[in-house]
Each structure stands twice: as structure tokens, then as C-alpha cells.
């Protein structure tokens, strides 16, 4: 029989084998439910009192496991708040906590060896440390010593959860630097981008035309955040910069081997969000309306946990990160708020002329600083990493190719100090102040209150690049010249140079970033909606050339335009029915030519594909045409790219958003190429018609019937255990929806926010369950609601006795967890 360690760490690689299943079954037989220790701990009940070396404070627990923890001041509140999130997700704390230093593999095996590997390079845990300490002496320092005494209280004195017993290993202290570390997560998972180095791989691979294609400068749609007209009225808040166009510089050949490698630890293609307000001037209560729906990674349990905040001077209610204390999402007494991404190109790749151990930096030579670190294996052999640094910060290596990385969370961030802030704003202007101080990632944040305030601001740190002048590389900002940051730079030649940056240290937070007063933002818009599209049309500065395809943007103003439209005014009935709005915009453009091409079908895919000819293009889990529609976009993807991809030496994480795909005109070169091998033809209508076969084949073969019968909601442990993944159950919505659920990569709408001022509860929703303890009945109990697009009230539970009670003074309690 294997090790526990050994089966486990298997399972969590994710892809098995017959034999390690008989072994996991052999194994878990031996930890039956209801005996053993591991189990006994999973089914642990958390103490009714804790001892507390501040403030008395109380927790109690809805119907739905979301606890509304109340103290009499903040430091009392927030060891509550870290007691509470130890109490329900432990596990899920120090595995991000892993992760990000690199250590997973200690825990788990060789499976993890090569993130261990990517991590430690990155050196995450260094820029953790550097944003510690420019939050330490700070308000926002000691609420996050006070939580960490609280993650400590709970992990000190309580059962471990089964993870730990399963994996046979005990979690290290938590401190303040840990909660750092998340933060860095999300913001890594946000914005951690090498866009330009995968477009350098494929211009090297195929050529510059190609990778102009593959990763167009703009796409072409009418749908910006900020409209001229319609909509939201933008602000003149952006200053001249003359950027320069997208140039190839040289590489060292060969990048493709380094791009796919780091495909699987960059943010997942597509995550992203959607939000809109709508003024109270177009509204039935004469009160603004706000929505939110983050798309992030899905997991058992989510990576959002819900609650309620309460202390004199703060009453706030939404989603927090476990390992972080403040609610990042949702509403307070004064108003309410909500992020996604922006889109904003905040990392850069470099390349160096190199000899010796050093690399050139413009006229001079200096040695990389470097580092071994050794990476432990449980059972297996430890594992040695060079780690190496140049003034950009990290150096990323595989198999002989090798670049610099620059990225603004690499340095000391005030985010947390931002969201504290925010959780105690009292009105817009006070929002915006804090929203100024949030450096990573950048977002697109609405805002509305109850005097009937609004705003849209874009936040983050944005570089200013500059090179081949005097500043680039000294410092001194606005001798260089301002350049894009769409490509591999030379960093011999000093090029991409960011003034004011600190790779590990703190900014100079006055000098080589946009300023914030100067970012695209809108005070009082009629309505603004943001879905990663591109931010205007006319601004100066360059901020980003990732944003998402138009598909959900164009969705959500289409129906927004409508409705301001009609004698109809805006009422939460609307802004929920947009919320849970499933018609496919990729659908509306491309059925048509899908249609068109049935002539060079057989007879299997011309019935497949007759199913789309009178459908009304919504993406319903009971709906034939739909679950037509879903494969055969995959199929066609693979069709058009995978022949001219292998030739190459690219893979699937070189494709194209949809967009791209859909918007190849019928001569273009993906279809002009000659036939490869395998491959029918190469025309245009030839690969939609084999595609539409590979859709009915699947169809055919996997017994579907409708749409939700593929579209299930794979939300699964990182374990990858049957007992610890959350049911299959089938749901509405696709990657391009406003409803937005991504089957393959397990990404969709992470917590669903209607606000409202009306006197009436706003609402929200999580996918899953607030509870990440496998027998509590909050393990996966709004799953089902979730899928089913239904909604709970955001409301406080102050009636009945506490679940617990914190009170101060009592022996068990030790004080308050230190800084490292």
C-alpha cells in the first residue's frame, strides 16, 4: 500500500491512472466516514468561546453558514474575523500561502515540482515582505496583526481540517506577511500576463503577420467603457504621450518552449468580470442600482467567502478572500462597490545580451544577483532552483531560453490599506480616495451610495515606459521616449525602462505611473458598464492591449441601451434579468456563416447544424441548438489553428480569443494555406463543415441530449477527490455570456452582486459553499442555487445567541501574531 502522501499528491496532479485509483480506494478505505482521527477532526465543532487578548466580539451564523461577526472596535473585530476564516478554510489559506512561496510540493509530492519551480523564481514571497512593510505602521498594519492572531487562535487550538490529516503535515503560523501573499495571488492571478512573449513566440514561429492576427493591436467593436453620447460621459482625465508603435526586437530565438511552459501559471485566458450602474435619474426608486459578477477560478469551496463586518463606524457586508480580512466586494452603510479586470498591460518581458553570469545594461556589465534554493519533494527527491534577479526583477528559464520580468506587484503595494479604507468610506469622494492607494491589480471599480452619488475609475499602477533617453535606466523620468508595452524588450539596449519602479522595494509612487486623477474615470455617468473591454476610444496614454473580445460588453449596453431607451425606467427586476442574461453574442455573428456552409456537409453535421437555423441564440442548459453551438466552437478553433500550430512547434495556449476566430475573413491566410495532412481542406467553409462533424460526432458519442448535459459545473477540489468535488449539476450561460460560465477552464461568475438604496436588501451569491469542511451541511449547500441563477439577501444576523463569543482576558489567549 502507497504512502497517504504519495496517493494524495497523485490524485492532486489531476490525472491518474486505473492503478492509482484502486490504490486512493484503498487507502480512503481505511479513513471511512464517522472513524479514524481524520475524520473525527473533519467533523470537529468549533468552540463557543475563544479567549481574545482584545475586545469582546460575537459571531453568528445564518441559514447558510455566513457569519455576521460583531465587536466594539476593529482590532477586536478582525481577530474575529481571522478566528472565523480558520475555522472554515484553513486549508484553502495555506495552500494559496504554498503556492505562492513555492512550497507546495512539500506537502504534496512531485506533481507540483515545476509551479514550485516557476514560483520560486518569481520570488513572490520577497514582494509579500516589501508590501508588509509599507503597511506595518499603518492602521491597516495592526488590523492585520489582529486577524493573524485570530487565524493563529483558531490553528493553534482547534482540530485540523481533513486536508492536513490526509496529507499527513501540520500548517506553519500564519502571519501578516501570508495575508500579503495572497493578496499577491490575486493580483498575480488577475494580471500575471506574458501576452507580448506569447506574441513574440509566434511571430518567431510563424511570422510577423501572423502574430499581428493571432493578437490584434484593437479589435474592432463599438462597445469602450467610457462612450462618447450614450451612456457614459467620459472626463478629460488622460495627458498627452506620443506612444510608438509594436516593433520587433531581437530574442534569443526560440521562445515557444518558455511561453507554453509559463502558460500554466499565468492568469487563466478569459477570466474576467462584468459591472454596470445605472444613475438614479433612469431609475424607478429615483436611488442608483449597481451590479457585479467577478469571473474567477472555480473551486470547492470558492475562492470568495461571504460575511458580514460589524463595529462602531463600519458596517459592511459582501465577499472577502479567505487570508485577507476586509471585504473587497459589497456594500456598506454609506454606499456600494465592485471591481473587474481592466485589462492594463502591467507586466514586461526582457532579453539580455549575456556572458559569464552577467548581463549588459546598457554600457556597463553586471552579474545577475542569484540564489540556490532548494525546492523539497515529499516523498521524492529535493530539487534545486537557481533564482536569479536583474534590475527588472526575476529571470525566467527554460531549456536554454531565458527572460527578465517586470511587474508592478513585485513591489510594495497600499491595496490592503485601500480596501480597508473603503469598507469604512462614507460616500463617493471618500471611495475614490481610498480607490487612489489600490495599486494591484488594476480594475475598473463602480461606485454608488445613497445620496446618489455614482462613479466609475479605472485604479491601479499603470507604467509610463520609456527608452533611449538619459532617464531610461537612471531614474529620471521624461528624458526617454514613451513606448508601448506590447512586445519583448531589449533590456541590454534599456529599453521598456520603468521610472519610479522597485522590483521588491517600494515605488517612488509620485514618479513613472500614471497618475490617478489622470486614469480614465466618470463622475455621475447616466450608466457605464465595464466587461474587460477596451476602456475608450481616445486615450493618450497606453494602458493595455489584452481586453476581453467585445462579446459580453456589446451584450450588457445593447439591453442597458434598450431599456434607457423605452418609457420603461431601470428597476432591480431589469438589472437581474441582465445579470442572469444568456444570449451569445458570438452566436448573433457567426450562425449565419455556420448556416451558409451546410452545402459542404454530410449529413450527420447538416442536421447538427440545422439545429441553429430558428434559434433565438441563448445559451440555456435545455437548449440542442446550444450544445451545438458550445462544441462546435471548440472543434472549429482546433480545425483552423492546430495544423499550422504543431507545423510550428506552438500549442493551444498560443489561440486566439473568439473574437479573432470569428472575424477571419474567407481569404485569410489560416485558410489559404495548402492542406495539411489528415486535413480535407483548408477553405474556410471545409473547416466549418468538419468542425460541425467533430460537434455531431461528440454529440453522438458522449449520449448528450441538450446543452446541460455538457454544461455542468465541474467545480472541484485541488485535491481532484470525487468525495471532495462538488456535484455535477447542469447550469445556463458559456464563456461568452453575460451569465458567464466556462465549462473547460472551470472560470465563471465567483459571487453575483445586485445593489440597491430602496430600503430593500441588496443580494448576492457564491458558487458553492462558505463552509470548506467536507461534512458541514454549508459545504456545497448554494451550488445548486447558484446554477439555477437564484440569489440570497445580504442582510446582518443579529437575533439569538452567538455561535461564538470572543471575550477578552481569558488565559488561552497569547496576544498577537508577529510580522513574519
Known amino acids: 500500500m502507497p504512502s497517504r502522501r504519495s496517493v494524495i499528491a497523485a490524485l492532486l496532479g489531476g490525472s491518474v491512472g486505473a492503478a492509482t485509483l484502486t490504490d486512493a480506494r484503498g487507502y480512503l478505505d481505511r479513513f471511512a466516514p464517522l472513524s479514524g482521527d481524520a475524520w473525527g477532526a473533519a467533523t470537529a465543532d468549533t468552540r463557543e468561546r475563544v479567549a481574545t487578548p482584545y475586545g469582546d466580539a460575537t459571531v453568528r451564523y445564518d441559514d447558510a453558514g455566513v457569519p455576521t461577526v460583531e465587536a466594539g472596535d476593529e482590532l477586536s473585530l478582525y481577530f474575529a474575523v481571522g478566528y472565523v476564516h480558520a475555522a472554515d478554510r484553513l486549508f484553502e489559506m495555506d495552500l494559496i500561502r504554498r503556492r505562492m512561496r513555492g512550497t507546495l510540493s512539500a506537502a504534496v509530492g512531485e506533481r507540483t515540482v515545476e509551479s514550485d519551480r516557476f514560483h520560486a523564481q518569481m520570488d513572490f514571497a520577497s514582494a509579500a515582505e516589501a508590501s508588509w512593510r509599507a503597511v506595518r505602521d499603518t492602521p491597516t498594519g495592526e488590523a492585520m496583526r489582529a486577524y493573524a492572531a485570530g487565524v493563529e487562535a483558531h490553528r493553534a487550538s482547534e482540530p485540523l481540517p481533513l486536508e492536513f490529516r490526509l496529507l499527513d503535515y501540520e500548517p506553519a503560523a500564519w502571519t501578516p506577511i501570508d495575508s500579503m501573499l495572497v493578496e499577491k495571488q490575486i493580483s498575480w492571478g488577475l494580471t500575471g500576463s506574458f501576452r507580448s512573449l506569447r506574441r513574440s513566440a509566434a511571430a518567431d514561429a510563424l511570422d510577423e503577420s501572423a502574430a499581428a492576427t493571432l493578437y490584434p493591436e484593437r479589435m474592432d467593436h463599438d462597445v469602450p467603457v467610457l462612450r462618447g453620447g450614450t451612456g457614459a460621459e467620459r472626463e478629460d482625465t488622460t495627458a498627452a504621450a506620443s506612444p510608438t508603435a509594436a516593433t520587433d526586437v531581437r530574442n534569443e530565438g526560440g521562445l515557444a518552449s518558455l511561453s507554453t511552459w509559463l502558460a500554466d501559471f499565468e492568469s487563466e485566458p478569459g477570466i474576467g468580470s462584468n459591472s454596470w450602474l445605472v444613475s438614479g435619474e433612469y431609475t424607478a426608486s429615483g436611488d442608483p442600482l449597481l451590479a457585479n459578477d467577478p469571473h474567477l477560478n472555480l473551486m470547492a469551496p470558492p475562492v470568495w467567502y461571504q460575511m458580514v463586518q460589524r463595529c462602531p463606524g463600519m458596517r459592511v457586508r459582501g465577499v472577502s478572500f479567505p487570508g485577507v480580512p476586509f471585504v473587497v466586494i459589497g456594500e456598506n452603510d454609506a454606499g456600494a462597490w465592485g471591481f473587474t479586470n481592466a485589462g492594463a498591460d502591467v507586466l514586461?518581458?526582457?532579453?539580455?545580451?549575456?556572458?559569464?553570469?552577467?548581463?549588459?545594461?546598457?554600457?556597463?556589465?553586471?552579474?545577475?544577483?542569484?540564489?540556490?534554493?532548494?525546492?523539497?519533494?515529499?516523498?521524492?527527491?529535493?530539487?534545486?532552483?537557481?533564482?536569479?534577479?536583474?534590475?527588472?526583477?526575476?529571470?525566467?528559464?527554460?531549456?536554454?531560453?531565458?527572460?527578465?520580468?517586470?511587474?508592478?506587484?513585485?513591489?510594495?503595494?497600499?491595496?490592503?490599506?485601500?480596501?480597508?479604507?473603503?469598507?469604512?468610506?462614507?460616500?463617493?469622494?471618500?471611495?475614490?480616495?481610498?480607490?487612489?492607494?489600490?495599486?494591484?491589480?488594476?480594475?475598473?471599480?463602480?461606485?454608488?451610495?445613497?445620496?446618489?452619488?455614482?462613479?466609475?475609475?479605472?485604479?491601479?499602477?499603470?507604467?509610463?515606459?520609456?527608452?533611449?533617453?538619459?532617464?531610461?535606466?537612471?531614474?529620471?523620468?521624461?528624458d526617454g521616449e514613451a513606448v508601448r508595452g506590447d512586445r519583448v524588450f531589449d533590456g541590454s539596449a534599456r529599453e521598456g525602462v520603468w521610472p519610479g519602479y522597485e522590483p521588491y522595494g517600494e515605488?517612488?509612487?509620485?514618479?513613472?505611473?500614471?497618475?490617478?486623477?489622470?486614469?480614465?474615470?466618470?463622475?455621475?455617468?447616466?450608466?457605464?458598464?465595464?466587461?474587460?473591454?477596451?476602456?475608450?476610444?481616445?486615450?493618450?496614454?497606453?494602458?493595455?492591449?489584452?481586453?476581453?473580445?467585445?462579446?459580453?460588453?456589446?451584450?450588457?449596453?445593447?439591453?442597458?441601451?434598450?431599456?434607457?431607451?423605452?418609457?420603461?425606467?431601470?428597476?432591480?427586476?431589469?438589472?437581474?434579468?441582465?445579470?442572469?442574461?444568456?444570449?451569445?453574442?458570438?452566436?448573433r455573428l457567426f450562425v449565419p456563416t455556420i448556416l451558409d456552409a451546410r452545402e459542404s456537409m454530410d449529413d450527420a453535421a447538416r442536421a447538427a447544424a440545422d439545429r441553429l437555423a430558428e434559434w433565438d441564440y441563448r445559451m440555456n442548459r435545455d437548449s440542442r441548438a446550444a450544445l451545438v453551438f458550445e462544441l462546435f466552437v471548440d472543434h472549429y478553433l482546433e480545425r483552423v489553428f492546430d495544423p499550422v500550430f504543431e507545423a510550428a512547434g506552438l500549442d493551444g495556449s498560443h489561440y486566439p480569443n473568439d473574437w479573432v476566430l470569428f472575424t477571419l475573413g474567407p481569404e485569410s491566410r489560416w485558410f489559404?494555406?495548402?492542406?495539411?495532412?489528415?486535413?480535407d481542406s483548408r477553405s474556410s467553409s471545409g473547416l466549418i463543415a468538419g468542425a460541425m462533424a467533430d460537434a455531431a460526432a461528440e454529440i453522438e458519442a458522449e449520449g448528450y441530449e441538450t446543452y446541460g448535459d455538457y454544461n455542468r459545473t465541474a467545480i472541484d477540489h485541488p485535491f481532484g477527490l470525487g468525495f471532495l468535488n462538488y456535484p455535477r449539476l447542469p447550469t445556463d450561460g458559456s464563456p461568452a455570456t453575460v451569465r458567464n460560465f466556462r465549462r473547460e477552464s472551470a472560470v465563471g461568475s465567483s459571487f453575483r452582486?445586485?445593489?440597491?438604496?430602496?430600503?430593500?436588501?441588496?443580494?448576492?451569491?457564491?458558487?458553492?459553499g462558505n463552509d470548506g469542511e467536507y461534512f458541514s451541511e454549508h459545504y456545497s449547500d448554494l451550488l445548486k442555487p447558484w446554477a439555477d441563477g437564484e440569489y440570497r439577501p445580504l442582510v446582518a444576523t443579529s437575533e439569538g445567541a452567538p455561535d461564538i463569543r470572543f471575550q477578552a482576558g481569558d488565559a488561552a489567549a497569547d496576544g498577537g501574531a508577529g510580522d513574519e
Do not use: C
Request: aromatic share 10%; proline share 6%.
Open 348 to 478: 514586461d518581458t526582457y532579453t539580455y545580451e549575456t556572458r559569464d553570469g552577467e548581463y549588459r545594461y546598457g554600457d556597463e556589465w553586471r552579474a545577475f544577483e542569484t540564489e540556490e534554493r532548494t525546492i523539497e519533494v515529499a516523498g521524492g527527491d529535493d530539487r534545486t532552483v537557481t533564482v536569479r534577479k536583474s534590475v527588472h526583477g526575476p529571470v525566467l528559464e527554460r531549456e536554454g531560453r531565458r527572460v527578465g520580468v517586470a511587474w508592478t506587484g513585485l513591489q510594495a503595494s497600499r491595496t490592503a490599506i485601500a480596501v480597508h479604507e473603503l469598507d469604512r468610506s462614507g460616500g463617493r469622494e471618500d471611495a475614490l480616495a481610498a480607490l487612489s492607494k489600490f495599486d494591484t491589480p488594476t480594475q475598473n471599480a463602480v461606485y454608488a451610495d445613497r445620496e446618489g452619488d455614482t462613479a466609475y475609475w479605472m485604479t491601479g499602477l499603470v507604467p509610463v515606459r520609456e527608452s533611449d533617453g538619459e532617464g531610461a535606466g537612471s531614474g529620471e523620468p521624461g
Open 507 to 587: 515605488p517612488d509612487f509620485e514618479t513613472g505611473w500614471i497618475p490617478f486623477g489622470e486614469k480614465p474615470g466618470v463622475r455621475d455617468p447616466d450608466y457605464v458598464a465595464t466587461a474587460n473591454q477596451r476602456i475608450a476610444d481616445d486615450l493618450d496614454r497606453y494602458i493595455g492591449e489584452g481586453y476581453a473580445a467585445p462579446f459580453r460588453a456589446r451584450r450588457i449596453y445593447d439591453l442597458l441601451d434598450e431599456r434607457a431607451a423605452s418609457d420603461d425606467p431601470f428597476d432591480f427586476a431589469s438589472m437581474r434579468r441582465v445579470q442572469r442574461d444568456v444570449v451569445d453574442e458570438r452566436a
Open 672 to 679: 489559404a494555406d495548402p492542406p495539411a495532412e489528415g486535413v
Open 753 to 768: 452582486l445586485l445593489a440597491r438604496f430602496d430600503g430593500d436588501p441588496s443580494l448576492g451569491m457564491i458558487p458553492g
